[in-house]
């Protein structure tokens, strides 16, 4: 049995030619759109190179003057860190002076207590509140108010320390974290797009945590700029002040000092003129008990001188009243005698009378020789005490030699212009 084919369409001429037209015609677009396509592309491989590569330079830049702005502030707050702490070392020196003078105050602390219980040692009415009590009272103030005031500018000396130490943890702690922004941006700078170090990385586009603001980056560093310039210009005033605390202290004790040593000299001077003046009235009064003794000595004999006369006008008037009868009559003898007996008593009683009144006189002058003896013993001992009391006060002197002569004008006062010559003789 045969086998019978399907037969193939059949297209016709036209159809051919409008076949081999589509063809072609589309041949021509698709070759348009890609080269269209491939156009675009190149502009776009282009472009995006371009920007690829400006934006590079641009970051590069950016980089470049982060590190220019961070090595800036850098540098200003390092000028700033060594400012602060030099001034660390000069406050801590000006503090330490002030601890010296402070210590320096020791001394005349000791020699006003050690005065001031020595002048309590004096006795009876020489145990006097005089000028030179209130000198030294005086002093004893200015000595602990000047180590009061040193002592608080020590305080506040310490505190701005403290405050210029924490600034300069700070200022370091910046300026490390800077220098280590600097070498991570100089690191970022120097990257390229061969360096072996590149990678891709997992959410580039994360803001990291404690992230701040370019504006409070720059107000951080005016804030830590700004309090270590404020801990300067305390610190800086706070050395004013020590220095003006330590010669107003040196100043004013000084001059008190001065004062009392004065007021001690010129108290002993009076004690001296009262000691002069003591001797004088025991050395008259000695005297005048010697006249006495004397006189005291010759009433006695002229009290015994009265005795026999006495005995002899009583013998006579005792006799005469033996005479007879009529013949003891009233006449001038009598009368004679009678006047006699009662004038040698009468002498009698004036002259023990007398004798008494010396005698008590004489005891009077004993009684105040002994006080003047004893006025003399406690002025000697008074005299001493300020005497020794003026000795101890010398070891002040090299400490005093260098404050401002201006400032002790009391050092060139003298005993001259006070009237205190030697007296004679004094009213009690």
Known sequence: MATQLKSAPRFSTTDWFINNYNVSLGAEKERANASEVKQ?????????NNRTKWDQMDNNTRLADRVDDVRRWRDILDITLSNVEKEIVDLTTSKDELERALEDKNTPTE????????????RGIDLVLDEADDELNKEKRVIEESKQLLQRQVDASFEIICALQEARQKLLADIQDKNVAIDVD???YNLTEDSSMISFKPDPLRVPKGSV???E???HCRESRHRAEVALANAKMQREANVHAIQQTDNDLAAQLEATHFMLRKRIHEMEQALDELNWQKQQTEEEMKELEEDLKKQEAAIRATINPAKLAQTRMENRTFRPNMEKCLDSPFYGLSDEVRQI???KK??????????HAWNALEERLHNINKEIQSKTQALKLDKQCLNSRAKLKTKNAKINEGTCHLKNMDLTGLNLGKPRVMSY
């Open 217 to 219: 980056w720059e107000d």
């Open 40 to 48: 675009e592309a190149r502009y776009l491989r282009n472009e995006t």
């Open 111 to 122: 020699v006003n207590v050690e005065n001031l219980v020595l002048r309590d040692a004096r």
């Open 350 to 359: 004036a002259l023990q009378e007398k004798f008494y009144q010396t005698q």
């Open 213 to 215: 603001t370019l504006k």
């Open 186 to 188: 100089i690191e970022q």
């Open 345 to 347: 008593d009468s002498t």
